[in-house]
């Protein structure tokens, strides 16, 4: 696959253009979604958002499942995901969930730290080869409402959204709050599973858009850098 990295755009409406000629959409993690665009006020704890941005993947978004662009959402991209199509966000877990685990403990990027249950038969259990794994966690925010058409597919033990999907299987679509690219190291294959899962994804929609031709295998990324 070809990685071709998408910065903020001043004019969102070249989303629809730029996602048609790709194969694949992946959204990084990053900064604070505003919390204007699921109509709350920002609270203390949340964090200054990069407005550009948000307009710019909230676009990439809406043209990846108008066209069903198989899209990999990381982190912050699961959060954007939701909140582009209706959902809205805890802001900041430790304050709003008291009760909930340590979803930003500290430590190496790469230290599995809690459990998380994937649902037995969802699209992300399939993709990852397993319905129980243990994941890093670096985030203060979650889904809270979900956006119509999304479906949760994995949690932690504290109940926090920690993987979803899109409910119509026309659009490969899958999220996760961990972060995969800094495990893919690890002894365990769960996270190299997924980024599999996406490339295949990825190479059947190339196929079928250049039948009879040699299929192109392009990554769009709505983010400048990965956190």
Not at 23 to 44: C, F, I, K, Q, S
Not at 124 to 144: F, K, M, R
Not at 153 to 158: F, G, N
Request: proline residues 6%; charged residues 20%; hydrophobic residues 45%.
């Amino acid at each position: 696959m070809l990685p071709v990295i998408i910065a903020p755009m001043e004019d969102e409406r070249r989303a629809a253009a730029i996602v048609a000629s790709v194969d694949g959409v992946l959204l990084t993690g990053g900064e604070d979604v505003d919390p204007a665009r699921y109509g709350a006020a920002a609270r203390g704890e949340t964090d200054t958002p990069h407005l550009a941005r948000d307009r710019s993947e909230i676009a990439l978004v809406v043209a990846a499942k108008t066209i069903a662009v198989p899209t990999l959402a990381i982190c912050r991209g699961l959060q954007i995901l939701n909140v582009a199509l209706g959902g809205t966000l805890i802001q900041d877990i430790p304050s709003e969930r008291p009760t909930a685990l340590a979803h930003s403990p500290g430590g190496p990027r790469d230290r599995r730290a809690h459990a998380v249950r994937a649902s037995e038969g969802s699209r992300l259990a399939a993709a990852l080869g397993a319905s129980d794994l243990e994941v890093n966690s670096s985030h203060h925010q979650a889904l809270d409402r979900v956006a119509p058409g999304i479906r949760v597919t994995a949690t932690a033990p504290d109940g926090i959204v920690e993987g979803a999907e899109s409910a119509d299987d026309r659009w490969w679509m899958l999220g996760v709050q961990w972060h995969p690219e800094e495990l893919t190291a690890t002894a365990e294959a769960w996270d190299r599973a997924l980024f599999e899962a996406f490339q295949r994804a990825a190479a059947a929609h190339a196929a079928i858009g250049t039948a009879g031709g040699p299929a192109p295998a392009a990554t769009a990324t709505g983010s400048t850098a990965l956190r």
